[in-house]
């Protein structure tokens, strides 16, 4: 059986399943715009669902479209952001919005290419707008969908890194042709990765498509094998610091908007990888040094 017709089963299984099992996230089923989407999923990136929601809920009731976003202060957006992490992704989106609300108008292009060109917006972004926004046929490729696809039709892992040409050729493959059916696979294949089919502890035993799986027939080998490197550990990290001096700042009394020198430091004991710290907030945009050694959000 070649893939096409492996993946028609499939297909029919998988969107039965999402019908019963999808999680009732706010920007699924129509309700959000397609900016909406787009933040969604920026926020989304290496940050988990649960934490994204109240996050997302949040910041669309302050910035429902790209011009007010545009419009919103730096230190708005980056309090906005809170503990999502990996801050820099706020402040990128603020220029995607600034893009979109200057030379679009304010409405999302509809392409792939006006899409790819927006600040921030990489392969994964454009195409997961074009499918779940606006419905059309183009194949989204995250690690979740490369692991249920590698599994289900090579009987193998996704070792992790970059998408290989033969997981983007697999991808393509076995995507529905008919355009609403490509947006619900999509869909449904992400959600089994990410809560039936996940890297370490698959729950195969309620799979829907356990019987068409080859990587369950095959005894899942390798199971878990990874070939990027361990995750990084948190505590003592750059991250770490970068972090503590970015959310002192958001919870800042209200008529407060200075972090002196003395509050900076009392942060963290290391000064030296502290003051490393603080400089490349900086230069990230995220923060602004005062003389005297003293930091604020940038206004």
């Not at 096409?4 to 699924?28: F, G, I, M, T």
């Not at 970068?242 to 009394?253: C, D, S």
Request: with cysteine; aromatic share 8%.
């Amino acid at each position: 059986m070649n893939d096409l017709q492996h993946s028609e089963p499939v297909c029919r299984k998988l969107a039965a399943w999402w019908d019963a099992n999808a999680r009732d996230l706010p920007w699924r089923f129509g309700r959000a715009t397609p900016w909406g989407v787009l933040v969604s999923e920026v926020m989304s990136q290496q940050t988990q669902m649960s934490r994204v929601v109240p996050y997302w809920e949040t910041w669309m009731r302050a910035w429902p479209d790209a011009a007010a976003l545009a419009d919103a202060t730096t230190a708005e957006v980056i309090t906005a952001w809170g503990r999502l992490g990996y801050p820099r992704r706020a402040l990128r989106l603020q220029e995607c919005a600034r893009v979109v609300r200057d030379r679009y108008a304010d409405e999302l292009p509809r392409t792939y290419d006006g899409l790819i060109g927006l600040p921030g917006i990489g392969d994964y972004t454009a195409s997961a707008v074009l499918s779940f926004a606006f419905g059309e046929r183009i194949a989204v490729i995250d690690t979740n969908i490369r692991r249920v696809l590698s599994r289900v039709f090579r009987g193998a892992e996704s070792l992790g890194g970059a998408a290989t040409l033969a997981e983007r050729d697999l991808a393509n493959r076995v995507l529905p042709t008919d355009a609403a059916r490509s947006v619900t696979w999509n869909q449904s294949v992400m959600e089994l990765g990410a809560t039936v089919c996940t890297a370490k502890n698959p729950l195969c035993d309620e799979c829907p498509v356990r019987d068409d799986c080859t990587f369950l027939a095959a005894g899942r080998p390798g199971l878990g094998e990874r070939r990027t490197r361990p995750r990084q550990r948190f505590a003592g990290t750059d991250r770490q610091v970068r972090g503590l001096v970015l959310n002192a700042l958001r919870n800042l009394p209200a008529d407060e908007t200075v972090l002196t020198r003395a509050q900076v430091e009392s942060l963290w004991a290391d000064h030296i990888q502290l003051d490393k710290c603080v400089a490349s907030l900086d230069e990230d945009g995220l923060i602004e040094m005062l003389p005297g050694g003293g930091v604020r959000l940038p206004r």
